[in-house]
């Protein structure tokens, strides 16, 4: 049996109290009290006790003297259920306190900041998130020894221009705060930590001021909604008035995105017109984003279950992608039909619909179109998205550029005219021209991804442009008649629109295919790809997988298609002897094998691996982390074991992990039989040592989930490499959780000493050049005394990417990669 917290809380401060440690950490023990014995370690100069189940602080905190930081905070969103601390008062004793310095104090159950916070002058890391704060005070200047700000969640609109006498503050955490000044989403940082882009941040303020900003006075409207729900028509009566005599009543299917302007007295909308066949689902995710007017369209048409099945799936890739943004749920072909839904209950599981009676519209007749004019401007003049503030020079570039775009058609935009077009303008640093091009990609104005050097070598996209070129090719029926292969030669023929997609651009969208993960080149068939979205259904003939496996599976309230397909596109070097269809693969690493299969109408990914018992439970991991990486943030499906002996019985994984750290066995039915499950013996054959470790880092992070007691679920003897991140992890801080931790860079260092013998192995190739040419960039941001998470990100990733290429060869430094692409994720 594992420790109670109580019990865990008190040997830990034993222990510190033993060893005189400066340091005590009780974060996510769901503590409700602390422990007395804890005010007898009156040497403590840092205490952690994030993720409690506090509701207050004791006053005898006056004796811990020497204290310099204290962290009392809570992530913001934790699970329902999970402990977070709900401290509304701290007492007066705390601002006594001569050394304190840092105090996290984010997302707790203050009315508001406590004033004699500002009184204190020496703070060095303030956490102030989810305090409805409107504005900060100007005494902030006066903490000049300030590093450290996390605002998330608040409700700042702006920031007193003061702030930029904060010469020492290296980070701030300004996410979801209405912010009426435009920044680059990637600046604001997380949602409960900072980017280290403050000095960046407090730039752009000054430069803002000194040259005057105009509002954008633009909203994205994305048009969403099945395939021939009426989209593109709908949008042509409300743009262009085709109703009635003009409508005509053709079949034309969007291509990927069409995007169009209207404008209004104070404010233009840049409707977004997403094709609305599946496949174009897959680069939703590029493009769908927050603070836009969502049109959801359901066709009136259509009955009520398929209406009201497609109507969720919507609004859940809209929570994924847009957040909080607004959607009108619009019925289309009206003149006939009466869309039949039940609004309420949609409403009650989406607050983001908006609270209106449904708008009943149909082009053909011109009916409702004129309501939803008059609400779409309404709806779309109260976001702040609307009236936010962006640098005179840098609106001016971006109307240049929408200009060019649609006057001039423009396809990409080279680098060089870019930047000369900014110059124009006034905007002559480099570093001000990168900004303004990240704004720009995230108001999709155009696409440039600047952390992938070989499409950031490709210049700036029109996405339209891009996304059209795309979208004929994977449309294209050749393709799915060939069984889901194409060869580039081809593409000449699909892209017969010369003027449009000329020969020295085809290669561009082919490679944008890629970066979209919707294709891949056959290795060893040069220049040939699969499509998986073109594979034939059928499955083929599989062998010996009718014996048990070990099998796992992944539940999704919506499962797209394109989970899959990506799956295959990014493990395509592992599939094995060509065993490829739509809903399936099966892979071969080692000397095992894995069948991964979806069941799209179930909402179900099937995995199950065969082959040597010692190995088969990291390919099981590997194919795990695979779909982690795919499923981001936003998808988190529920994931299910099956026990060997029962195969039939599929036992919720989280649940059996909990279990296990208290019971031995699980007793179950199966198939009208009571049965007995040794739950060590199940999860041995799943968790692998470094899963382990993952978990327990987890557990340091999210507040409340149970900690383990010691090696409970796993008999496993623990690697070296989890040897090393287990006692990273344990101490005060998520010490792993940073780029300049040893530990890390440890990792780093056998990555690079593994690239370099893979060198000596390989002739002369252009593989070789670039793993050279990734390996020197990560050598140099490794000896930068700042490295940069992002450059890390690139070299290992683009490591990763030549070590796949080289297949079997290649593989020990993929998996090191791999690891170290996982830890890089798992960072703020
Ligand atoms: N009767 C009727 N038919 C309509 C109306 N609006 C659209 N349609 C028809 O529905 C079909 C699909 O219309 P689109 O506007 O192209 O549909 P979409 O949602 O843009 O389709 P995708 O671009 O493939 O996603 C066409 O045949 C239209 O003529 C309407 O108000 N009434
Ligand atoms: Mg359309």
Request: with cysteine; charged share 30%; net charge negative.
């Amino acid at each position: 049996m594992s420790k109670t917290p109580e019990e865990t809380a008190l040997e830990r401060i034993r222990e510190a109290k033993k060893s005189e440690a400066g340091t005590l950490d009780l974060k996510e023990l769901g503590l409700k009290d602390l422990p007395e014995e804890l005010w007898e370690l009156t040497n403590l100069k840092e205490l952690h006790l994030q993720g409690n189940n506090l509701s207050a602080l004791s006053a005898k905190i006056a004796d811990f003297v020497n204290l310099s930081s204290l962290d009392i905070s809570n992530e913001p969103f934790a699970r329902p259920g999970r402990p977070r601390n709900r401290i509304a008062r701290l007492p007066d004793e705390l601002w006594k306190l001569p050394e304190l310095r840092k105090l996290n104090i984010s997302f707790n159950a203050f009315a508001e900041i406590p004033d004699t916070l500002w009184q204190k002058k020496g703070w060095e890391l303030l956490g102030l998130g989810g305090f409805k704060l409107a504005s900060l005070p100007p005494e902030i200047v006066q903490l000049q020894n300030l590093t450290t700000l996390y605002l998330s969640g608040n409700q700042l609109a702006s920031l007193p221009p003061e702030i930029v006498q904060l010469q020492n503050l290296t980070d701030i955490g300004l996410h979801g705060n209405p912010l009426e000044i435009a920044l680059p989403t990637r600046w604001l940082g997380s949602q409960y930590f900072g980017n280290n882009e403050a000095q960046k941040i407090l730039a752009y303020y000054k430069e803002l001021d000194e040259e005057g900003g105009n509002p954008l006075g633009e909203v994205r409207v994305m048009v969403v909604g099945e395939a021939n729900a009426g989209k593109t028509k709908l949008l042509r009566a409300l743009l262009k008035g085709e109703v009635g005599e003009s409508f005509v009543d053709a079949r034309n299917p969007t291509d990927g995105i069409e995007v169009n302007t209207f404008g209004g007295d104070d404010i233009a909308l840049r409707f977004w017109d997403f094709g609305g066949q599946e496949i174009m689902h897959a680069t939703h995710r590029f493009f769908l984003s927050r603070r836009c007017v969502y049109i959801l369209a359901a066709d009136s048409s259509q009955d009520r279950d398929y209406n009201e099945e497609k109507i969720e799936y919507w609004l859940e890739l809209i929570k994924f992608f847009g957040g909080d943004s607004p959607v009108m749920l619009v019925a289309t072909k009206a003149e006939q039909f009466s869309l039949d839904v039940n609004q309420s209950r949609l409403q009650e599981k989406y607050p983001n619909l908006v609270k209106s009676p449904i708008l009943h519209t149909s082009a053909k007749s011109g009916q409702g179109i004129q309501e939803l004019h008059k609400s779409l401007f309404e709806l779309a003049k109260k976001l702040p998205t609307a009236s936010v503030i962006l640098p005179k020079s840098f609106l001016a570039v971006k109307d240049a550029l929408e200009k060019m775009k649609e006057d001039e058609k423009v396809k990409v935009i080279e680098d060089a005219i870019y930047r000369k077009l900014c110059a124009e303008n006034g905007i002559s640093e480099e570093e001000r021209q990168d900004t303004l091009l990240q704004l720009l990609h995230d108001m999709g104005v155009v696409l440039h991804y600047e952390d992938d050097e070989r499409l950031s070598d490709f210049g700036i996209l029109n996405p339209d442009w891009a996304t059209g070129g795309v979208y004929k090719i994977v449309t294209n029926t050749k393709i799915k008649e060939s069984r889901g292969r194409f060869a580039l030669r081809q593409v000449e023929e699909f892209l017969n629109d010369k003027e449009k997609y000329p020969p020295s651009m085809r290669r561009r969208i082919v490679d944008l295919m890629k970066k979209f993960e919707l294709s891949y080149e056959i290795p060893l068939e040069k220049d040939t790809f699969i499509l998986p979205s073109a594979l034939p259904a059928d499955q083929p003939a599989l062998d010996g997988w009718d014996k048990p496996a070990m099998t796992f599976e992944y539940r999704y309230r919506i499962l797209q298609v394109n989970v899959l397909h990506r799956f295959m596109v990014t493990n395509n070097d592992l599939i094995s002897g060509g065993q490829i269809w739509y809903s399936g693969v099966v892979l071969k690493k080692g000397d095992n094998q894995c069948l991964v299969r979806a069941d799209f109408r179930d909402k179900k990914i099937n995995i199950k691996v065969k082959g040597v018992e010692e190995t088969r439970k990291d390919f099981l991991y590997f194919i795990r982390t695979q779909f982690e990486r795919i499923h981001g943030e936003e998808v988190k499906p529920d994931e299910y074991i099956y026990p060997a002996q029962y195969p039939e019985l599929p036992l919720r994984f989280d649940d059996m992990k909990t279990l296990a750290k208290s019971e031995k066995d699980y007793k179950a039915v199966y198939k009208g039989q009571a049965v007995t499950i040794n739950l060590r013996e199940l999860l041995d054959g799943f968790v692998t040592a470094e899963e382990r470790h993952e978990d327990e880092k987890r557990d340091e992070k999210e507040p409340g989930r149970e900690r383990g007691g010691s090696n409970t679920y796993i008999n496993n003897t623990i690697n070296v490499q989890g040897d090393m991140m287990g006692n990273a992890t344990v101490g005060n801080e998520n010490m792993i959780s940073s780029i300049t931790n040893p530990a890390f860079k440890e990792e780093l260092g056998k990555l690079t000493k593994e690239v370099k013998s893979l060198l000596q192995k390989l002739e002369d190739t252009p593989n070789k050049e670039e793993l050279k040419e990734n390996l020197e960039n990560l050598q140099e941001e490794m000896e930068r005394p700042k490295p940069r998470k992002k450059f890390y990100q690139v070299s290992v990733e683009g490591l990763a990417q030549s070590a796949r290429n080289l297949n079997e060869v290649g593989k020990p430094v993929l998996e090191l990669a791999m690891t170290i692409i996982k830890l890089l994720h798992s960072m703020p």
